[in-house]
């Protein structure tokens, strides 16, 4: 049997115990002479292609030594590789056993593999492995008799489950007069979430963190106990989405700077740390230096451990500016947006067996400008459970998707951005949950500003969102009742 890789650079070749035997060898393929050369100590054939099929190849000796004589070989072309077919391999949460199922065909002469272990074949081609602790991306090999292989891959899945959430702040929960409204939506049934800040854009973290370096650059607040904080929620039925703000982080670029490591830090091209305009000019740290990538994903992971339902991650992504002006030590080759989707599939690796959510925070614009802020939607999707759009449509320039005035169109550009987001994840592991606005800027946003943006989710298949209003206050009004 030849498959594809023997046909490729086909190099047949005729052998004898004595090499002057290989003298006056005529030889035939499929009853056609073949031209040879001598090689190596061997008579090599210059094959024409070979088709799919069977084949004879023929060696014929013209010396007149009565021992020689006529030699052939059969064998068979086959560049098809194997046919498999996928179950999907849905999951009850992250990180939880499942079972990758699928069929072949050609059963007898094909062998599979999943995530790198054989498993049988049935007569009928199916085949099935139980993982109890499976990657997230989990790869099936199918193998035929002629060598050609078939590789698939197939997301061991756990479907988001519907969330609706309101943002809270570190200092915000500690504050009742701010809490207590937003609990009043989970009693009421209006919201079934909190988001709560892990790590702001200052940098600082709300609960009191044991990792080394958060606790060495001074940026444990202690503002709310993580456990006490999750139990309450989880006892009223809420899940608790913690938000960290990634590659914003003032406090590590400060300390990093003082230390002399500014290798940690966002860079103008003359080594000087970068000047981030109206964020600071010490404000943004470097995505790809090992450290700060190490903090953020070790923070995430000991909040996962505290409970929190899922990660959330903001300003996962580069300073805007021109890519010119900007400098990130360690980067190589990589080009920004890989290496963001790879520090997002670092962490999901490392969130997986504690089994909870991983989301990314990105801009509106990330749909159709992936470079503009290093948020390439489908590379980020590979690798996270939910993309959470921030389509605010106060942050929208006037005639974006065709719409006039975005601010004053809350329905039409909410719904004509997310059906971009749509596209970009399909095919991919995540969904969608939109960040959506309930502030005012620029034009007055009452309930009806707001429950428009959430039909027009809707309308995108997206009933899970996120509500931000930086002080907390919320218009229950603009809220349906959860049944």
């Given at each position: 049997?030849?498959?594809?890789?023997?046909?490729?650079?086909?190099?047949?070749?005729?052998?004898?115990?004595?090499?002057?035997?290989?003298?006056?060898?005529?030889?035939?393929?499929?009853?056609?002479?073949?031209?040879?050369?001598?090689?190596?100590?061997?008579?090599?054939?210059?094959?024409?292609?070979?088709?799919?099929?069977?084949?004879?190849?023929?060696?014929?000796?013209?010396?007149?030594?009565?021992?020689?004589?006529?030699?052939?070989?059969?064998?068979?072309?086959?560049?098809?590789?194997?046919?498999?077919?996928?179950?999907?391999?849905?999951?009850?949460?992250?990180?939880?056993?499942?079972?990758?199922?699928?069929?072949?065909?050609?059963?007898?002469?094909?062998?599979?593999?999943?995530?790198?272990?054989?498993?049988?074949?049935?007569?009928?081609?199916?085949?099935?492995?139980?993982?109890?602790?499976?990657?997230?991306?989990?790869?099936?090999?199918?193998?035929?008799?002629?060598?050609?292989?078939?590789?698939?891959?197939?997301?061991?899945?756990?479907?988001?489950?519907?969330?609706?959430?309101?943002?809270?702040?570190?200092?915000?929960?500690?504050?009742?007069?701010?809490?207590?409204?937003?609990?009043?939506?989970?009693?009421?049934?209006?919201?079934?979430?909190?988001?709560?800040?892990?790590?702001?854009?200052?940098?600082?973290?709300?609960?009191?963190?044991?990792?080394?370096?958060?606790?060495?650059i001074g940026a444990v607040k202690n503002r709310y106990?993580?456990?006490?904080?999750?139990?309450?929620?989880?006892?009223?039925?809420?899940r608790v989405v913690g938000r960290i703000v990634a590659?914003?982080?003032?406090?590590?670029?400060?300390?990093?700077?003082?230390?002399?490591?500014?290798?940690?830090?966002?860079?103008?091209?003359?080594?000087?740390?970068?000047?981030?305009?109206?964020?600071?000019?010490?404000?943004?740290?470097?995505?790809?230096?090992?450290?700060?990538?190490?903090?953020?994903?070790?923070?995430?992971?000991?909040?996962?451990?505290?409970?929190?339902?899922?990660?959330?991650?903001?300003?996962?992504?580069?300073?805007?500016?021109?890519?010119?002006?900007?400098?990130?030590?360690?980067?190589?080759?990589?080009?920004?947006?890989?290496?963001?989707?790879?520090?997002?599939?670092?962490?999901?690796?490392?969130?997986?067996?504690?089994?909870?959510?991983?989301?990314?925070?990105?801009?509106?614009?990330?749909?159709?400008?992936?470079?503009?802020?290093?948020?390439?939607?489908?590379?980020?999707?590979?690798?996270?459970?939910?993309?959470?759009?921030?389509?605010?449509?106060?942050?929208?320039?006037?005639?974006?998707?065709?719409?006039?005035?975005?601010?004053?169109?809350?329905?039409?550009?909410?719904?004509?951005?997310?059906?971009?987001?749509?596209?970009?994840?399909?095919?991919?592991?995540?969904?969608?949950?939109?960040?959506?606005?309930?502030?005012?800027?620029?034009?007055?946003?009452?309930?009806?500003?707001?429950?428009?943006?959430?039909?027009?989710?809707?309308?995108?298949?997206?009933?899970?969102?996120?509500?931000?209003?930086?002080?907390?206050?919320?218009?229950?009004?603009?809220?349906?009742?959860?049944?």
């Amino acid at each position: 049997m030849l498959g594809r890789a023997d046909v490729s650079k086909p190099r047949l070749a005729i052998t004898a115990k004595e090499e002057d035997d290989l003298a006056e060898i005529e030889v035939r393929l499929d009853g056609k002479p073949v031209h040879t050369h001598r090689a190596d100590g061997r008579l090599v054939l210059d094959t024409p292609s070979l088709a799919e099929g069977k084949h004879e190849l023929t060696a014929t000796s013209h010396s007149g030594l009565p021992f020689l004589h006529d030699v052939s070989r059969t064998f068979t072309v086959d560049t098809t590789a194997p046919k498999l077919r996928l179950s999907p391999a849905p999951a009850t949460k992250p990180g939880a056993p499942v079972t990758v199922s699928g069929r072949v065909e050609d059963a007898g002469q094909v062998k599979v593999s999943i995530a790198g272990v054989p498993v049988p074949v049935g007569d009928d081609g199916t085949f099935s492995r139980r993982l109890e602790k499976p990657p997230s991306r989990i790869e099936v090999v199918a193998t035929d008799a002629a060598g050609n292989i078939t590789r698939e891959h197939v997301n061991a899945i756990a479907p988001y489950p519907l969330t609706r959430a309101a943002h809270l702040t570190a200092i915000g929960w500690s504050s009742d007069v701010v809490r207590d409204p937003v609990l009043r939506l989970v009693k009421d049934k209006k919201i079934n979430a909190v988001e709560l800040d892990i790590k702001d854009e200052n940098g600082e973290i709300g609960y009191n963190s044991s990792l080394p370096l958060a606790r060495e650059i001074g940026a444990v607040k202690n503002r709310y106990d993580a456990r006490k904080v999750i139990d309450t929620l989880h006892g009223m039925g809420a899940r608790v989405v913690g938000r960290i703000v990634a590659f914003r982080d003032p406090i590590l670029a400060q300390a990093s700077h003082r230390q002399g490591k500014d290798n940690r830090l966002v860079q103008a091209p003359d080594g000087s740390p970068y000047d981030g305009g109206h964020y600071g000019t010490l404000s943004f740290t470097n995505f790809a230096d090992p450290e700060v990538r190490e903090y953020n994903i070790a923070l995430a992971t000991e909040a996962a451990k505290l409970g929190f339902d899922d990660i959330l991650y903001d300003y996962v992504r580069r300073p805007d500016g021109k890519l010119s002006t900007l400098r990130f030590p360690g980067l190589g080759k990589q080009t920004p947006e890989k290496s963001i989707a790879d520090f997002v599939a670092d962490t999901h690796r490392r969130l997986q067996p504690e089994g909870k959510y991983l989301g990314v925070s990105v801009f509106g614009i990330a749909a159709t400008r992936p470079k503009e802020i290093a948020q390439d939607i489908p590379a980020l999707a590979q690798h996270a459970d939910y993309i959470a759009p921030m389509v605010y449509p106060s942050h929208w320039a006037e005639g974006e998707y065709g719409v006039a005035s975005p601010n004053a169109s809350p329905y039409e550009i909410v719904n004509r951005s997310l059906a971009d987001f749509a596209k970009q994840v399909k095919g991919t592991r995540a969904t969608v949950v939109p960040w959506l606005q309930d502030f005012s800027l620029g034009v007055h946003y009452g309930p009806t500003e707001v429950a428009d943006q959430i039909r027009a989710a809707a309308g995108d298949g997206m009933n899970s969102f996120l509500l931000w209003n930086a002080g907390a206050s919320y218009q229950g009004a603009a809220l349906t009742t959860l049944r």
